[in-house]
């Protein structure tokens, strides 16, 4: 018999370049929790080796001993189908293409498995334990190479009917423009995410424009957007419109997602959302001067409050509702 009666889960949160993962209580509480860098180049038995591995170790914990462990969580950073546990195709892994994970980890741990997008995952847990709890209804965007999102609505995650709901990265804002790696033209992630925010800042210096940040781009050292943030503070003209220009496109999300499915919060995190308020401010200002008053009052937006944490979080919160 179990010294406690709330149940628990396992929540593993798979990354390019890390594997996050931790034994979660269905309050949220973080019971262990670990992290080892991602072996994506060892192919997917060897992924799937260092997860049983991790999953292991956090069971032999004295702390999740205790706790009645009803389940794993996975999550990918890449299209899932929920339904029967199969990454469809992840960028960031090589070979990971129609491959049933949950079946392959459920053979390896003896634990019923439930996958999900990251983004998904990284949603429920901001929605029941961070920046939205409280609210039933929420829309994250995590701000990164690209831009990750994931939908609550009812308080439970919003598949919808194929199993691929709430891509707002790939929501068209600008027809015509910028090929994404999804194959369209204009996506969000294309021109608001901090890759595109650091691009921008690139591109304008190379074209002869004149910032702070020209030597280390005539160089050939990389910038990221926390560079651009930090140009914008500054006063640098460049870096001011780079920023601004991310903002808009966020505020023309928010809006749109105010229109469609009227949210009690949007909540921005990865990140771009270290900027804090720079960031919260700019993307309010824009959503008040290009929303109409007429059509509602304007989306409440958030900054996330669990981090890296809220991808494992999320798989584990997902295997409890399971």
């Known amino acids: 018999m179990h010294a406690t009666s709330e149940r628990a889960a396992i929540g593993i949160d798979i990354g390019g370049t890390a594997i996050k993962g931790g034994a979660v209580t269905s309050t949220g509480h973080v019971l262990a929790q670990r992290e080892t860098p991602t072996d994506n180049h060892a192919g997917i038995e060897s992924i799937i080796a260092q997860i049983a591995l991790m999953v292991s170790s956090l069971q032999d914990e004295d702390a999740v001993k205790s706790r009645e462990i009803v389940g794993l969580g996975v999550g990918v950073p890449g299209l899932v189908d929920y339904r029967d546990g199969r990454v469809i195709n992840c960028a960031n892994l090589p070979g990971w293409e129609n491959v049933q994970i949950a079946k392959l980890l459920d053979d390896r741990t003896g634990l019923g498995v439930s996958m999900e997008n990251d983004a998904n995952n990284a949603a429920l847990a901001e929605a029941r334990i961070g920046a939205g709890r409280g609210s039933d209804s929420m829309a994250l965007l995590t701000l990164g ?74 160089s050939g050292h990389p910038l990221n957007s926390a560079d651009v943030v930090e140009a914008a503070k500054a006063g640098d003209a460049v870096g001011r419109q780079a920023w601004d220009e991310s903002c808009k496109y966020l505020a023309m999300a928010a809006i749109n997602l105010q229109h469609t499915l009227d949210p009690k919060c949007i909540v921005l995190g990865g990140g771009m959302s270290a900027a804090g308020d720079f960031l919260l401010a700019n993307v309010n200002r824009q959503c008040a001067e290009m929303m109409s008053s007429r059509l509602g009052t304007l989306p409440d937006i958030r900054l996330a409050k669990l981090g890296n944490d809220a991808g494992f979080i999320g798989a584990a919160l997902n295997a409890l509702d399971a």
Request: glycine share 18%.
């Open 145 to 218: 190479t690209g831009v990750g999102s994931g939908l609550i609505i009812c308080g439970s995650l919003w598949h919808g009917a194929g199993a691929t709901a709430g891509e707002i990265g790939h929501t068209i804002v600008q027809p015509g423009g910028r090929r994404c790696t999804c194959g369209q033209q204009g996506c969000l992630e294309v021109y608001a995410s901090a890759s595109a925010t650091a691009r921008r800042v690139v591109e304008a210096i190379l074209t002869g424009a004149k910032s702070i940040l020209s030597e280390r781009v005539n």
